[in-house]
């Protein structure tokens, strides 16, 4: 059976569940091989076993020691070498351009903000506010394909993980752009915007001022925080929580939309979420055409009190 070669999310070894997810699709096409960036692989491995890989390629440390080109050089020589059937990244900004570099290389196509793939490399995307499903599929070369976090439902099946030390020549051109620093953005108690089961996000309708009123909700339902690109060029609520199009991807299973108008910008990063809850005082708000359940209302009375009853429980 052909390899499927699947990018490893991680941080400092702690493998990311959009990983998880990825190896379970990747099950479906071929057998999946983990291909490891970074430090940590001790301590990754089992939850790669866990989902499936049977090998665990690790990169020689200098490919991550520069931005994207050197990853692509990576994947697309072990693609060739082991003769992949495919390549699934996780759809995030750093990874899609990743991707289409790879694809290039190779001479095939890449398909991005995927949310289902299937064993004969058919992919779904979700388009037009989540009315439309369109299927597609690279027809030359090995394909490349980026697949949102939260997309696919990750199933534990247990693969040998045999870890491979692999090479690679960088080019000079690969070489361009070199790390000089890694800052770790605080955490906090939330888990991460595109990895989290529930996202409450809130727009311009919260107020300058009030952006706890968000907070208090996400936090009774353990989500993490989204903002509008309102919010955040408002400076309100830092710039590394805005969902959108020039924003984060976020796909959960159920999105919380405060006080958001619902423009075409911010649905393209919210989309395909599985349940979308909108309050907005606003009857008209764009967003309840989206939306599965809609509140209209003023955000600062019902928000609050659904915090309230969540906290009861
Ligand atoms: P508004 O559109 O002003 O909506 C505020 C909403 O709050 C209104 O519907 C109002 O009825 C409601 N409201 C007000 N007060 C209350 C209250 N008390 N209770 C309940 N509801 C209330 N936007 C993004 O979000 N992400 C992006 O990545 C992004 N990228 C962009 C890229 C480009 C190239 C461009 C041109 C635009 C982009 N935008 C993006 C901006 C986008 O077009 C919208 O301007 C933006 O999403 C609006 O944010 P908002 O919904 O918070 O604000």
Redesign the pocket.
Known sequence: MAEVLVLVDHVDGQVKKVTTELLTAARRIGEPAAVWVGEGVESGKAALAEFGAEKVYVAPAEVNDYVVAPKAELLTKLAQDKGAAAILVSATAENKEIAGRTAVKLGSGVLTDVVDVNAELVTEHSIFGGATVTHARVRTGVPVIAVRPNSVVPEAAAGAAAEEAVSVEISDAAKTAKVVERVVQEKGERPELTEAAIVVSG???V?SDDFAVVENLADSLGAAVGA????VDSGWYPNQF??????KTVSPNLYIA?????????R??MQTSKNIVA????PE?P?FELADFGVV????TVAPQLTEEINKR
Do not use: M, W
């Open positions: 727009g311009r309708g107020g509008s690109r309102a919010v805005q969902v959108g199009q020039t924003g405060l006080g958001i108008s619902g423009a075409i910008q911010h393209a990063g309050v907005n005082k606003d708000a967003i209302g003023d955000l600062h």
